[in-house]
């Protein structure tokens, strides 16, 4: 079971950005999807970003335009760039790795996933 660590979380005002990481304890495949995904305070858990085989990328229409995802060569790493940030934004982000059913922007199909990382947007 791969080990996934995110980081990059904070608190930032409405309008801001950060970068979400996501670290893999192992090189992960590159023909794996791995996906970011957020869940608010009594939400469930919603799909934000995936990315594929030939580095594919797919978005949730709430974040396009504004967040990117991304990994690096090494397949170790992956990126969440999330700008223009609105409160709306604010929840917990997990990573997740090895899509083994479903759309990628399903979260029921993941097989290994990291512990979350908080981010809250402030008017």
């Known amino acids: 079971q791969v080990q996934l660590e995110e980081s990059g979380g904070g608190s930032v005002q409405d309008g801001g950005s950060l970068r979400l990481s996501c670290v893999a304890s192992?090189?992960?495949?590159?023909?794996?999807?791995m996906g970011w995904f957020r869940q608010a305070p009594g939400k469930e858990r919603e799909g934000v970003a995936a990315?594929?085989?030939?580095?594919?990328?797919y978005y949730a229409d709430s974040v396009k335009g504004r967040f990117t995802i991304s990994r690096d060569q090494t397949q170790t790493i992956m990126y969440l760039q999330v700008n223009d940030l609105k409160p709306e934004d604010t929840a917990t982000y997990f990573c997740?790795?090895?899509?083994?059913?479903?759309?990628?922007?399903?979260?029921?199909?993941?097989?290994?996933w990291g512990q979350g990382t908080q981010v809250t947007v402030s008017t």
């Open positions: 997740a790795a090895d899509l083994r059913a479903g759309a990628a922007l399903e979260s029921h199909g993941y097989k290994d």
């Open positions: 192992e090189d992960i495949y590159s023909s794996w999807f």
């Open positions: 990315i594929g085989v030939h580095d594919t990328t």
